[in-house]
């Protein structure tokens, strides 16, 4: 030490070139400086969630995370002026240059029936020209269950729009042009809400630029506090440019390296401030005291050799505990960890040889004189007297130890993690409110992605399995608006053949596919050459341990679906092979109703199931009655046919009583229809076949209304109007067996945020525990080397065992939730907190070298010296770290409360505890290693 002492003071001044050529070097890097934090990337690249997440988003383009959500809020959006309005803001936005396309409830795909067929056309092809044409298609628009939810509010007074940035472009500039197109045209826009990763990642930029620039106001707190300690300008200027070029050098470092500012990683200015003050309030502090009795030159040596060790000791367990941080497998803390690492290093290093290059050239003339153990100043009062009340208070003092650590066991059960937006960021951070807006008024803005592979996911079963996968989860707390290829086959069946259900004929359901057409919206739910497909689930984000619980609701009741079944063709078999699948059958109609959330227990599904089965094998000529009402429904259904063919349907109505009263048979109705309309034979049989698949409809839609009120007689509540289409599935014609040989099955994958979180809440778990592990070992193996003694580095581990213990108390009982950012406050507490044993041990050892015989005077002359600078050390970290509670972000606001109160509490166990324990143990064990100086 002696020598680095002397080269220090021989090379001062080039050691002040050097610093100030390296730090102009990284002036030139500032420049580089970027912002992003995403949660989606937050687990490493090459992390299989990320990686499905990715290739899931360049398969299915449509739900590209960058896309812009636009919510424009109106009294009434359905006026004419209004609609216009609104109309107008999108044509406007549509020409922008940032802007590839907008989507909306005016383009979205509507099913129209039309005298010629099915036609697949925009929701408003043509647009309302008066109010009434206005409120009817508010009427159609309420009633269409692929708007509501995704595009439209419940009362339809928010319209969405939906806005995919060209790429690449800046997200400031693309806020700021979506923001001017709107007021510039919003007139009767009560509102208006912006929302999509591009709008985030400029908001949370700002967010982290505010935390870096509170380091200023955190600055002026520590030159506060240090001028009150020193009041001396050296004191107070000198620690906190140390602090000020470490945290220079580490954003310096961050932008040569091409990495970005994440959250995290803004909070290191102001750590740095807190954090790397310290070593330059020990240097200072120590040498105040060796200039009461020796020449500045000598008391520079002196105080270089005195506190090298316990700097470097410092600096090093707390670097441990930031390298335990980058031992987590989330990439924010591994970054901070890395980049603190780093800062942690330079502050040693600066504190060192700068501060006394700079003590050795600008020669302090006059030194503050309460720097030493006869000082009577306030501070040396209250520690004497410490010194003197901790042996007579023991017990006192012990047993307030064992409450408060007996209490925060008890609490630390109760700290759960939790990375959600609303934990990270606070309930009243914009970001969070915008969030709230959109989950008040479409369900949630995160989505969670169901994808589904088959060799055909087209296949009726598979689309049936769809069906009742998002049936389930929309009736989850968290869960709402599901979204899939099925909401628009069911809606098209409906208008085709009045059943809004998947028909179980793969025939049918390549019938509804053609009439999709080339719908971009329809198309863009497919991939794989029709191997593949998604289900997208809103997610209103409360809390992530609610959203974890309906995810895994989600994956548990997919799991519970058959994968692997095999077709069985009903019409093929004789009535009594039907007997055995028919179970199968009434089976998917009560799957489905359990999926729809509809009660029903063994019991009652054991009644339901035998009705059921009785109802399927009714044949449905016992449900034709020669009433006028069903007459009418007969001739309702043929009507468009009889008219192709000249036929009136008062004219067929006599002729149909005639055939349902069986007082015609089939060849007699044939020469009836020949005689009556002076048809042809060809065309008589044509109009039978007409009136026949007429009546057979006719005759299954009383077979299902049957059906229904039996199914309500036995459940004892009515039937909603969509699980009374599952009674459709009693006149299907196929029937899907379970089998593990069977040729038609799929697999399935859970994407989306809530995955991405609860894979980033299982690493903030299992990162907190290695983090302190891995920072106690490193930690406690440097305190060995140190002191040299196993005894003494258990000993000094205690007051930091028992800081973290508090410090998880504390968050159990605030109700505190684990995420990246106060998962960081154990392994700083541990890597920060320990330096005050350090320097006291370091200390204790020296005085009790000097004062063999007065064990009593070494440990008072430890507290009023060094237990002086880690007063202010803590006071320091406290104060300086206190500054970002002011922070929009909550877990940073939450991070800092709580290292400020930790590091408070770490320096009580060190002044009270410590010195109990180090009385305890044996005066030649913890000097023997001093015999030797």
């Known amino acids: 030490m002696n020598r680095l002492a002397q080269f220090i003071n021989k090379y001062a001044k080039i050691i002040i070139v050097i610093v100030l050529i390296l730090t102009i070097t990284g002036a030139t890097q500032i420049k580089n400086l970027r912002v992003d934090d995403d949660i989606t990337k937050y687990l490493a690249e090459d992390s299989p969630e990320i990686l499905f997440y990715q290739e899931i988003s360049k398969k299915f383009e449509k739900y590209d995370q960058d896309l812009i959500l636009v919510s424009l809020e109106y009294q009434d959006l359905f006026t004419l002026e209004n609609l216009q309005n609104f109309k107008l803001i999108l044509e406007q936005l549509e020409k922008s240059d940032y802007i590839l396309s907008v989507n909306s409830f005016l383009n979205m795909p509507k099913i129209i029936t039309t005298d010629y067929g099915i036609e697949i056309r925009d929701f408003v092809e043509v647009f309302p020209e008066t109010e009434v044409e206005a409120q009817e298609l508010k009427k159609n628009a309420l009633e269409d269950d692929m708007l509501i939810g995704n595009y439209l509010s419940a009362d339809g007074n928010v319209g969405l729009l939906m806005v995919e940035p060209k790429n690449d472009i800046d997200g400031s500039l693309l806020r700021t042009e979506l923001e001017e197109i709107i007021n510039k045209y919003k007139h009767n826009v009560e509102y208006y809400n912006l929302f999509g990763m591009p709008i985030m990642d400029v908001q949370i930029t700002e967010m982290a630029l505010d935390n870096m620039s509170l380091a200023f106001i955190a600055a002026f707190v520590v030159l506060s506090l240090l ?38 990683i803004s909070t290191i200015p102001v750590l740095m401030i807190a954090l790397a003050t310290a070593y330059g309030i020990h240097f200072i502090s120590r040498y105040y005291e060796e200039r009461q009795l020796l020449s500045p030159q000598e008391a520079i040596k002196k105080t270089i050799v005195s506190v090298f ?25 591994t970054e901070f960890g890395i980049f603190a690492t780093i800062g942690i290093f330079t502050a040693f290093l600066l504190t060192i040889f700068l501060l006394g290059a700079i003590l050795r050239v600008f020669i302090p003339k006059k030194v503050p ?27 006192l003092i012990l047993g307030i130890v064992a409450i408060i650590l007996v209490t925060s066991s008890f609490f630390i059960s109760q700290v759960k993690p939790d990375s959600s937006m609303e934990t990270r960021l606070g309930v009243n951070n914009p970001i969070t409110i915008s969030m709230g807006y959109f989950k008040e008024k ?22 049936r399995t769809i069906d009742k996968i998002q049936n389930y989860a929309k009736h989850l707390d968290t869960l709402s608006q599901p979204s899939s290829i099925t909401t628009f086959l069911a809606q098209l069946n409906s208008a085709m053949e009045n059943k809004k259900i998947i028909p179980s004929n793969s025939d049918k359901i390549d019938n509804l596919w053609f009439f999709t057409g080339d719908n971009e919206y329809i198309n863009s739910m497919l991939a794989d050459e029709d191997q593949s497909t998604i289900i997208q689930i809103r997610a209103s984000e409360m809390t992530s341990s609610e959203v974890n619980k309906s995810t895994e609701k989600v994956d548990k009741f997919i799991q519970s679906i058959p994968n692997r079944v095999r077709e069985i063709d009903l019409s093929s078999l004789s009535t009594e092979e039907q007997k055995k699948y028919l179970p199968y059958l009434v089976q998917d109609i009560i799957s489905s109703w359990k999926a729809n ?74 020469n009836l229809l020949s005689e009556e309309f002076a048809l042809s034979i060809d065309d008589a049989k044509y109009l039978k076949e007409i009136i026949d698949s007429s009546l057979q409809m006719a005759g299954e839609r009383e077979k299902i209304r049957y059906a229904r009120e039996e199914v309500e007689h036995i459940i004892s509540s009515p039937l909603t109007s969509d699980d009374a289409e599952y009674l459709w599935y009693l006149t299907d014609d196929y029937v899907y067996l379970p089998d593990e040989q069977g040729d038609i099955h799929f697999s399935y994958r859970l994407t989306g945020t ?71 406050v154990a392994s700083i507490a541990i890597g920060a907190g320990i330096d005050y044993t350090i320097h006291f041990i370091s200390r204790y050892r020296q005085e009790l070298a000097n004062n063999m015989n007065e064990p009593e005077k070494a440990m008072k002359i430890t507290l009023t010296g060094t237990g002086r600078a880690i007063v202010f050390n803590s006071l320091a970290v406290a104060a300086g770290a206190f500054v970002l509670t002011f922070s929009e972000i909550d877990m940073i606001a939450e991070f800092t409360r709580l290292l400020s109160s930790v590091m408070l509490i770490s320096v009580v166990y060190t002044l009270l505890l410590l010195p109990l324990l180090l009385h305890h143990i044996n005066s030649k064990v913890l000097g023997k290693s001093q015999d030797k100086h």
């Not at 009785?614 to 468009?640: C, G």
């Open 597 to 670: 959330s509809v009660k029903i227990d063994e019991q009652l599904e054991q009644k339901l199931s035998e009705k059921l089965i009785q109802i399927v094998r009714m044949p449905v000529s016992n449900f034709y009655y020669s009433t006028d009402k069903f007459v009418t429904e007969i001739l309702q259904i043929s009507e468009l046919e009889l008219e192709d063919v000249g036929i009136q349907s008062d004219e067929m109505r006599p002729i149909l009583f005639k055939y349902l009263e069986n007082s015609a048979q089939n060849n007699q109705f044939l």
């Open 754 to 824: 809530p995955v991405i979180m609860n894979a980033v809440n299982e690493s903030v778990f299992h990162g907190q525990i290695k983090s302190m592990v891995i920072a106690f070992i490193i930690v406690f193996i440097l305190l060995v080397v140190q002191f040299g003694s196993f005894l003494t580095g258990l000993v000094g581990m205690v007051p930091i065992v028992c800081t973290v213990l508090t410090a998880f108390g504390i968050m159990g009982m605030a109700n505190i939730s684990l995420n990246i950012g106060t998962m960081m």
């Open 369 to 395: 004189q309460n720097f030493s153990y006869q000082a009577n100043d306030l501070v040396t009062k209250v520690l004497k007297l410490v010194s003197r009340s901790i042996f007579v208070n023991k017990k």
């Open 442 to 463: 479409f369900g949630g803005v995160d989505f969670l992605y169901i994808y589904l592979n088959a060799d055909n996911v087209k296949h009726p079963y598979i689309l």
């Open 227 to 264: 001028f009150y300690c020193f009041r001396s300008i050296q004191g107070t200027i000198l620690p906190i440019a140390i602090a000020l070029l470490s945290s220079f050098w580490i954003l310096s470092s961050v932008a040569s390296t091409g990495k970005t500012v994440t959250i995290v």
């Open 309 to 333: 060790t316990p700097i470097m000791m410092s600096a090093l367990t707390t670097i441990a505990g930031f390298v335990s941080l980058s031992s987590v497998v989330i990439r924010p803390l």
